[in-house]
């Protein structure tokens, strides 16, 4: 069973730039999350996706998008880059929720510069 | 606010060793706790406690929870160095499931 898959896995961009990342989450996953790990600030959630419908958005400016798609990959965008925005962006895909919640698997995440 | 709090933040041993790391939390409405073992990139998922799932076991790894302190230990015996990573606890928020607050992690060291 293929796992989750990001892309691309290295990124350079300059200041100013817009980028946008790849996820295919693992095959019958539905839901797919978006989080941000620097080091000053550890992993934080982004967003996530369930149903091509953003379920919940984390603390993070309206420069950071997404969406997903009808076979459940699913896409993130920043636009105007700034250099605080150089991170490794993992995205995680989990199966449909329990009430005691449910395990979510990463992806090997896209390694962000912004120079 | 949700909050994770791990410790220690790094950690030196040799192979052979066991060891204990610490998560402890503050949330509402408690789901579950989660913890993850991050080697390089992807977080990989290690175990999942409950209010029905207190303990969990998987070869020399184990972890319990304390649904009454609010916190979780993870147990590694017998450290080799392929244990050497980041520890990562996690806890659902009240609104989703699967929206994950991340404590800081543990930087595991395991020296030959």
């Known amino acids: 069973k293929a796992g989750v898959t990001q892309t691309p896995r290295y990124l350079i961009k300059t200041r100013g730039q817009q980028v946008t990342l790849s996820c295919s989450p693992i095959s019958g996953h539905r839901s797919v999350s978006w989080y941000q790990q620097t080091p000053g600030q550890g992993l934080q959630f982004l967003f996530e996706?369930?149903?091509?419908?953003?379920?919940n958005k984390g603390n993070f400016p309206g420069r950071f998008s997404g969406r997903q798609f009808s076979n459940s990959r699913s896409e993130m965008n920043v636009s105007t880059l700034e250099l605080g925005d150089s991170a490794l962006y993992l995205c995680?895909?989990?199966?449909?929720?329990?009430?005691?919640?449910?395990?979510?698997?990463f992806g090997q995440g896209t390694r962000l510069t912004v120079v | 606010e949700d909050k994770v709090v791990q410790s220690p933040l790094s950690l030196v041993v040799h192979e052979g060793d066991t060891v204990t790391l610490n998560c402890s939390y503050e949330?509402?409405?408690?789901?579950?706790l989660l913890w993850y073992k991050q080697e390089k990139k992807a977080p990989t998922f290690l175990f999942m406690l409950?209010?029905?799932?207190i303990e969990k076991k998987s070869g020399r790894l184990s972890s319990i929870l304390d649904k009454k302190e609010l916190f979780s230990i993870l147990n590694i015996t017998a450290t080799q160095t392929g244990d050497s990573a980041v520890y990562l606890c996690?806890?659902?928020?009240?609104?989703?499931?699967?929206?994950?607050?991340f404590g800081s992690g543990t930087q595991l060291t395991v020296l030959p």
């Open positions: 996690a806890v659902p928020a009240p609104g989703s499931a699967r929206q994950l607050t």
């Open positions: 996706y369930f149903s091509e419908t953003q379920r």
């Open positions: 949330v509402t409405n408690f789901r579950s």
């Open positions: 995680a895909s989990s199966t449909r929720t329990v009430a005691e919640g449910t395990e979510a698997f």
């Open positions: 409950t209010s029905s799932g």
